[in-house]
């Protein structure tokens, strides 16, 4: 942990960052495009680390039609291609999602996304095969309901998070070939204030409500367990007079009670970075 602060610190005097950040998908800018540009430290989950300690590139970005209606996409690719290290642990990592939201009013905006995660190099008895939702595929259709009271005036958010579709099966016993869609279930809330110094804090607070289809791998799987026990500090950078960039360093817990399933993964992940906007 150490490591990663003196990493942060000599980026933040450069500009140039690692992190992860929160992002919510509303549909509220004028413009018809919104395109974004993460360099992280690397890619944390929902307290769940995939792809090692590597760096990411994540681009994402909205297409506004109108001011309640977007398209979107995010993809995030840490450029090492073996799947898993010599220990069996996580190593290359790559996604691309595809988004459609609607903000039904100015604090709920009903989200669509189609997450997309082939590995990086062949693995027996998986498909990366795009729109195969089965047991064997790479994909599912995660449905969110965003709640951000900002506009309000009052800084929080609440997503609640349900995978209706793809690899996210429950079996009855080792014969179940086909499973039962399980419809594993998220929920985080988090709150934003300003700080001295120019700098925004946001805690979070994330738990999955039902996983026993073992889609979060590293979180309990027979009861809720809080996967995402975090903050995020972050503060803008004057670049120019029409140019902002956000730094940023997050820091996630997972609290999941399941240690001996944590262990290979660790628990405490420090993230820096910083966005570029266009």
């Not at 109108?66 to 790559?94: I, L, P």
């Not at 994909?139 to 793809?166: C, H, M, N, R």
Request: hydrophobic fraction near 35%.
């Amino acid at each position: 942990m150490k490591k990663a602060i003196l990493i942060f610190i000599s980026m933040l005097m450069s500009n140039i960052l690692f992190a992860q950040e929160r992002v919510i998908d509303t549909v509220k800018s004028p413009k018809n495009w919104d395109i974004n540009l993460d360099i992280a430290s690397r890619y944390v989950w929902r307290g769940q680390s995939w792809g090692g300690k590597y760096p990411v590139a994540q681009l994402y970005g909205n297409y506004n039609v109108n001011d309640k209606f977007a398209v979107g996409f995010w993809t995030t690719h840490n450029f090492k291609k073996e799947y898993y290290d010599a220990n069996g642990a996580s190593k290359g990592y790559q996604e691309l999602d595809f988004i459609l939201n609607y903000a039904f009013t100015d604090y709920l905006t009903l989200s669509l996304q189609d997450y997309y995660w082939p590995s990086t190099d062949k693995q027996e008895g998986v498909s990366n095969d795009f729109f195969n939702f089965g047991n064997d595929g790479s994909q599912s259709i995660d449905l969110q309901l965003l709640f951000d009271f900002s506009e309000k005036g009052v800084p929080i958010w609440v997503t609640l998070s349900t995978l209706i579709a793809g690899n996210d099966f429950r079996y009855k016993d080792e014969n179940d070939e086909k499973g039962k869609q399980n419809f594993t279930t998220y929920m985080e809330i988090g709150y934003d204030f300003e700080a001295p110094l120019g700098l925004n804090i946001s805690p979070v607070v994330g738990a999955v409500l039902n996983n026993k289809a073992e889609y979060y791998t590293f979180a309990d799987y027979n009861k809720p367990s809080f996967v995402n026990l975090g903050c995020t500090v972050s503060k803008d950078i004057q670049v120019s007079e029409s140019i902002t960039m956000p730094i940023w360093l997050n820091y996630t817990y997972n609290a999941a009670s399941n240690k001996a399933n944590l262990e290979p993964f660790g628990t405490q992940f420090l993230v820096a970075g910083v966005t570029f906007t266009y």
